[in-house]
């Protein structure tokens, strides 16, 4: 019909239907997958073919602004690993241009944000997929995967510095509290503090071998919470304002009960925004005491 009024759109003009964005999906993490399989067997990272193959893709996904909502649909327990990996690169790219680093450095931080966990090869699958909490023995063997990632990617001789340094620092924190080496904030490297974000956050809205996803809405709270301390408050509010943005037009409820949709942000303090209820609105930033439980649907999309 809108060739017929003589109005011609580009693929840039084309959101992809659910089903098209889930192959592409399970195409890269299929990628992702087999690149793991060749780093685990010959201890070679093949970087040109991952620039060729799966980079673009996952940078050309981290655009669409409707891809959080998808990513939250398709946080499946099977492949976790691979899944994750995907996940975190676009998630970093996407993070990277809300930031506004230069073009440039988008495919090469996504690069490092795909490869940020190449150590997990090299810990035990017994570890790795165990259905229950770890003993303290076998945490301390999975707490070693930053520095096995980091000799791992030191070894090849087309390495990017800032990708080992992504893998090494990915689980430091701000306040020293991370590891492996409990550097603080000032030592880091700022692509480690975007990833560490994405990472956290694509790990706890996902299924796990050892525990069910946890609610989007308690996720935003927890990070944010933890906005000053833990991690970067620069990345952590940066990430939130923009995710908050496509969450305007959500059902919700809060927790005393009452059934509600997110209409306005509040720029200070965007996991507290105005919340249109029967009867009137909610500014939650002023009521301490009430705050989103739950979160349904996104019901109009809103643009980045």
């Known amino acids: 019909m809108l060739s017929q009024h003589c109005i011609h759109l580009s693929p840039e003009d084309l959101e992809p239907a659910l089903d098209e964005m889930e192959q592409i999906m399970d195409q890269s993490v299929m990628e992702v997958k087999q690149i793991f399989s060749e780093i685990e067997h010959s201890g070679y990272i093949p970087f040109e073919k991952i620039k060729q193959t799966i980079l673009p893709t996952l940078c050309d996904l981290s655009k669409d602004f409707g891809i959080i909502g998808f990513m939250l649909t398709l946080q499946r327990v099977d492949d976790y690993t691979y899944r994750h990996?995907?996940?975190?690169?676009?998630?970093?790219?996407?993070?990277?241009?809300?930031?506004?680093?230069?073009?440039?450095?988008?495919p090469r931080l996504a690069m490092a944000g795909m490869l940020h966990d190449v150590g997990k090869l090299f810990i035990s699958q017994a570890i790795l997929q165990k259905p229950g909490r770890l003993l303290s023995e076998e945490y301390e063997q999975m707490k070693l995967h930053p520095e096995l990632g980091y000799a791992c990617l030191m070894r090849q001789p087309e390495v990017d510095g800032r990708a080992a340094l992504v893998a090494l620092q990915h689980h430091e924190r701000e306040d020293g509290s991370g590891y492996p080496l409990g550097i603080k904030g000032s030592e880091m490297d700022p692509?480690?503090?975007?990833?560490?974000?994405?990472d956290v956050f694509h790990a706890m809205t996902s299924k796990r071998a050892y525990r069910e996803e946890l609610p989007l809405y308690e996720v935003?709270?927890?990070?944010?919470?933890?906005?000053?301390?833990?991690?970067?408050?620069?990345v952590v509010h940066s990430f939130m304002e923009k995710l908050m943005i496509y969450l305007i037009g959500c059902e919700v409820v809060l927790s005393d009960g009452q059934l509600g949709k997110i209409v306005m942000l509040n720029d200070k303090n965007p996991v507290n925004p105005l919340v249109e209820v029967e009867g009137g609105f909610i500014d939650l930033s002023q009521e301490p005491t009430l705050y989103i439980e739950k979160l349904f649907k996104v019901e109009t999309e809103s643009e980045e």
């Not at 990996?85 to 988008?106: D, F, Q, T, Y």
């Not at 692509?191 to 994405?198: C, E, Y």
């Open 85 to 106: 990996s995907a996940g975190v690169a676009m998630m970093a790219a996407m993070i990277g241009r809300w930031m506004k680093l230069p073009e440039e450095e988008i």
């Open 191 to 198: 692509w480690s503090k975007i990833v560490a974000v994405a």
């Open 220 to 234: 935003l709270r927890n990070m944010w919470v933890h906005a000053y301390g833990a991690m970067d408050p620069l």
